[in-house]
Every structure is written in C-alpha cells, then in structure tokens.
C-alpha cells in the first residue's frame, strides 16, 4: 500500500492507495478555516496548521482504509510546487515515518498529482491525452505521452484562474474562498448582461491571461453606485465567471485539435465549476472527445492523487531520501 500525504498549501490530507495508483481505501482533508478572516491564506497560520493536524489525519486516513503501517510498503508526499513551510511539515512528516520503518519514499510534483486524479476517476485511462490543471495557483495545459511524462503546453501570463476567481469575489464582497462564492451568486444572474474580456481569445498560442478580466470587474464596479452594485451582483459574477470559463474551455479544444486527442483530462480545484463542467460536456461530446473531470473531492487538494502519481513516480531508497528537500516551485 501506498501512504500519501499532502501539505501544499492549507489543506491537510493524507490518502492510503493501492499499488497500482487507481484506487484509493481513503482519502482524508482536512481544510483549515483560519484564513478566512484575512480573505487569503496566509503562509505562516498554514504552516503551524499543518503542523498540528498531520499526525491526526494520517492516523484516520490509516484507520479509514483499515491497515496499519505494516501494510504500507511506501510512503509519497508532495515535494513542489506549494507554500514552502506548508510543504516542509509534509516532507519531514513522510520522511519520519518511512525513516523509522526503512520504507522508500516517493517525491511528487503537486501538479502531477492533478493529473493523476483523473485515473482514480477513469481506473482505464491510459495517456497520450491533453490535460488542463486549473486551480488557486496554477493555469496550464499539458499534453501527457504515453510514457505518462507530461509536456507544457501553455500557462497563464499572470494569474491563476482560481486565483482571478478569488480577487473578483473580493471585488463584489463575495467573500474567499472565490469560487464557489461567485457560483453561488452567479447561479441567478444573467451571464451576457455585462460582456467581460476572454484573455488572449484570438491569440493561436495556448496561455492564458486573467489580468484584464480583473481591470474590467474593476472599472464596471466604479462605473455603478453602491446600490446599483447590490443589484447587480448575480449579473456581474455569473459574467465573470462566465469569461474564465470561456477562456479555459477555448483554449483546451485547441490543444486537443492540435495534438489529435481522443481525450481531456481536466483538473485542479476549479475543475469543481459546475459552469465549466456543463460546458465542457457540451463541447466534448459534440466533438466526440472523451471528457475525464474527476469527482470535486478529487479537484481540490488531496494526498489520494498524490498516491496516485506515486505509482507512476520513482521511489527514492532508505535512507537517501533524508537529504530530501522540499521546493516552492
């Protein structure tokens, strides 16, 4: 079995999954709530965090999956990208516990754990397909071989999808986390009443770009008086929500045109978007395209994908791994 542990940013999960990295026996988060008040999360309060809940949630996420550490015959963690301290309490968590029962240790990119979701969701799946990651801190397109290796095909200029999601619920005093508070409000509005900019729609490349959606929201906010904005909030969320849906679903088909795909893979915590996905479904079987978005306990941040990409990931043997060193990118 495999033990995975997650600490990326303010999530802290720990997974159990069995060796052949399509299946999880549990899949244990942990979300913390301390962040709220300051509208982001806030490395150091993340850090601390992390600190006193890992113990726990590896001892349920053991007791979840009804094994003990007997059975567990390597252990993953999430090396990069991520909060820096955040990702140091997981490494020097995974490396005491493969360290004392002289276990390998697997190191896992957090974006290929992502991608990796999509075969706990799809047990068949088998690459080449393209693969869209869109979260709080990543926007990119990656097209996966069929060695499983994964190539960059194109990322965001500036910020992140979930992240631009974040700063336009701020905007509209929507609250954090953005996402789902844009969804919420959105879900009565009407998404052509105000048109916002699609980054980069008419470029051929495949990045992305949400700093001009951002300006936009601004300069319509400052153009309504306050009331007019209350009134108008469902209306300025579902169009806003509506051009980052846009730009993703738009730039994904292309990449799957210009690679030949037969399927996409979508993940990462806005993959959660229930706009993105009703489009996306709409899109790809139109064009007769296999669409794998895993369930949103899977999109969000979670240790059961990192166990995943652990089974396709090489271990580093005891005791090596002590030299270990977690990365912020």
Do not use: W
């Not at 306050?226 to 209306?235: M, S």
């Not at 030949?260 to 978007?273: D, Q």
């Amino acid at each position: 079995m495999i033990l995975a542990i997650e600490t990326s940013c303010d999530d802290t999960c720990a997974a159990v999954v069995e060796p052949s990295g399509r299946r999880a026996l549990s899949n244990v988060v942990h979300t913390q709530t301390e962040h709220e008040r300051y509208g982001g999360v806030v490395p150091e309060v993340a850090s601390r965090a992390h600190l006193e809940r890992l113990d726990g949630v590896v001892e349920r996420a053991l007791t979840e999956a009804s094994v003990t550490l007997d059975d567990v015959t390597r252990v993953a963690v999430t090396t990069r990208p991520g909060l820096i301290g955040a990702l140091l309490v997981g490494v020097a968590g995974a490396k005491g516990i493969a360290y004392s029962r002289r276990l390998p240790l697997v190191p896992v990119d957090h974006l290929e754990g992502h991608v990796a979701a999509a075969y706990l969701t799809e047990p068949h799946l088998e690459p080449p397909f393209v693969a869209l990651i869109a979260s709080g801190g990543h926007t990119a397109l990656y097209s996966v071989r069929p060695d499983g290796r994964m190539r960059l095909l194109g990322e965001t200029l500036d910020d992140a999808a979930g992240e631009a999601l974040d700063k336009g619920a701020r905007m509209l005093g929507l609250g954090f986390p953005g996402g789902p508070a844009i969804s919420k409000a959105a879900a009565d509005g009407d998404p052509t009443r105000y048109e916002f900019p699609v980054g980069l729609k008419e470029r051929d490349n495949l990045d992305f770009s949400f700093s001009g959606l951002k300006t936009s929201l601004l300069y319509r906010l400052k153009a309504l008086d306050e009331e007019r904005v209350r009134a108008e909030i469902p209306h300025l969320a579902a169009g806003y929500e509506a051009a980052v849906v846009e730009a993703l679903v738009r730039k994904l088909l292309r990449a799957a045109d210009i690679h030949e795909t037969l399927a996409v893979v979508v993940a990462g915590g806005v993959a959660a978007n229930a706009r993105l996905r009703r489009r996306l479904e709409m899109e790809c079987g139109s064009r007769g395209l296999k669409l794998i978005i895993p369930p949103s306990a899977l999109c969000t941040d979670n240790a059961a994908m990192i166990g995943a990409a652990a089974a396709r990931s090489s271990a580093v043997t005891y005791p090596d791994y002590l030299s270990l060193n977690a990365r912020s990118v």
